[in-house]
């Protein structure tokens, strides 16, 4: 919330949704252009396909190789958003926003991969505190020394991205025998054999692999599809005070991608036992719920006292974020359903909850936002996560009776 204060300070409420968009941008091309590697990397750490140091490096250096690749698309990308946002000098901004999206894309499969290796605390630290730190005291620094705010937030935030790569880069260099991710031994030579051996396994599992990316690029989309239509279907007031509701309650994103950091190496370990998998799924429901409903208790209860904090004056905010923070609250209590099944083989499956729930989510936007402006827009938001997060919940438990039939 520290954050999300200092964004709309800086920037302004008008503003606010500028910058979300380009968040959603960056978000999407990160997902698009790492083609599923790091759903993969989680998949292969919690199955300890290979020793965690050696898994991490390896998948790190095929990612900048990737990302490395993708540099000169980005570029155009980030100045055609920045026409479409109608900025008057875009290269400052199409730098920034590019620089931001390379740090995602190469913090992503190291985050990944230390979920898998159920290494909780390090892998929430590198995925949100570090980055969330680092990149407010970039936003703070740049805003007071009066840069230009159309590419401050976007530097600010690609440089508290960088933190988890600049970290495993660290623990490289030293090269002492008790870290986790910097082998001694871990020489050029050795590390060139083992991309090349990660590389030789994504082709071998590449309708796996491509489920992965599928789901990352539709999980994307689903999260974009508001900012993309929202400045045909909304003021720039509207725009901006939806961008704040749904980053406030899209803290339970946040949960989720900590429970995602619990439970993904017990789920792994325990994928032969049905039991204890039903067991672990109504378990993390559960404590899913209890956290989302402490945290957005307060949304509900003190709707306009939130978004005085946060310089929010248009007069259906409230409402909006009452409606998002119940919906978010309701689909927390049906589970992590997306993280069961794609560690357990029913990735095809989420692949197909998820073309739905795009679907779904675009109507109801057009269909909602034309009939009731921002309201409107919270309330497909909300029915969106509730039906995906339900949907999911019936294929996990189609998945484990199926499992059941066939032991």
Known sequence: MTLLAVVNRLLGIEEVGRFYFYLGTATFLSYVLTFGVPDFMLRLAGERASPPDRLVV???????AIALLALPLLFPTFSL??????????VPFAAAATGGTLAVM???????????LGRAERAFSLEFVLPSTAALSAAVLIGWTGSGSTWCLPLAHGLGALVAPLWLLALFLMRTPD?????????????STHVVQLARQLRGRLAEVSHFWAIQ?????LAFVPYLLGPF?????ALGAFAT????TGVTSTLGSVMHAVYASQIMSARFDNHRLLKLYFESALFYFFLSFGLLALFVAKPDFVLYLLGVEEPHAAAALVIMAIGRMLASGLGIAELFNKLLGGSRNQVLLMLLAFVLRVAATVALSLAAGLVGLALAVSLGVIVYALSGLLWFLRLAAGRSCRS
Not at 58 to 64: A, D, E, H
Not at 106 to 115: D, G, I, N, Q, S
Not at 233 to 237: E, I, K
């Open 58 to 64: 390896s998948g790190t250096v095929l990612t900048t």
């Open 81 to 90: 958003v920045a026409a479409r946002l109608g900025l008057d000098d875009p």
């Open 106 to 116: 190469l913090a992503r499969p190291l985050v990944e991969t230390l979920k898998g």
């Open 179 to 191: 870290t986790e991710c910097a082998d001694a031994r871990l020489g050029p030579r050795v590390l």
């Open 217 to 221: 690029v539709l999980g994307a989309s």
């Open 233 to 237: 279907l909304l003021t720039p007031q």
């Open 245 to 248: 509701c749904d980053r406030l």
